[in-house]
DNA sequence: GCTTGAAGCTCCAGTGACTGCAGGTTTTAA
DNA sequence: TTAAAACCTGCAGTCACTGGAGCTTCAAGC
């Protein structure tokens, strides 16, 4: 009858979030409203902070909002079909390997950049010039594979 | 006296972004107004071009706006001191690499929660399971290594 | 029962770097 | 001269929160 019910911030430092966060998910519905007390305080019951968990845990994976909230719509109904949450993930992990691959060209060029000896004087800046003249981050290679 | 000057499209078109991001870069001041036309159409200059092909380069290597407009004004003076643009540079690439590093585990959590056989229904959905239970990505690792 | 300070409440604005739209004006080529 | 393409300003929306102002409620100690 009397489950355990926690105030937001309990729920909060429960799940490792903010109190706003909270106040958020439930605002875009992500999250069922919480029980009020009298005072119109949130009271929340051990099935809100699964959620919350579900929804932090699928965020810090990097899901979107939309994509959490039909995955929590599929946990729902243990008889819904896999594939789905399946497709779901695939997706996500397509989108974590398309950001590492421009993210690690992005490194390459920056360490090319950075990896040369150079003037003290802006004149004679690596870095500047790179950025200043696009075709010298595609030639740099060609140079520096000709002179080893 | 009379330089060739480029409508706002022509401009965009040959750096390859957008209109409406050339008129943002002017008014966040990261590009200078360009002259007007009569009929206050914006037309641009060489130095227009060379400064916007500039800031894409550098957005495409993912420095922010306070960084690019740091950037520009340290190409302005070319007798300026170079360890500035190289720090600048320095923090932006420790700063990919602590994402991508993030990005990793992401994709190595994705990874594991799709590669093992589950069943049809969510009931068994490994994908469900680990975001609901977080112990479940921890966890599997000892699981499967236990297994062999 | 009273006080007090922590924690809660709502509502709203701001973040970064654009993007899109509405509704109007200018330019340019035929 | 006309018609279409391109341009203009101003503002709202994106994503997932985060922070603040100004007020109310709760819980613990006295």
Redesign the pocket.
Known sequence: MSEPSL??????RSVG?????I???EQVGLLPP?T???????RYAQVHRQKLSF?RHA?ELG????AIRELLALAEHSDSVCSRADSIARHQLEAVRRRIALLESRRAELERMLEHRHGRRVRDCRVIATLADHGLCAEERHETDARR
């Open positions: 105030p937001i911030g309990a729920l909060a979030c903010n109190v706003q966060t106040r958020y998910y919480a009020r007390t009298a005072g119109a305080q949130r929804i965020r899901f979107s909002l939309p």
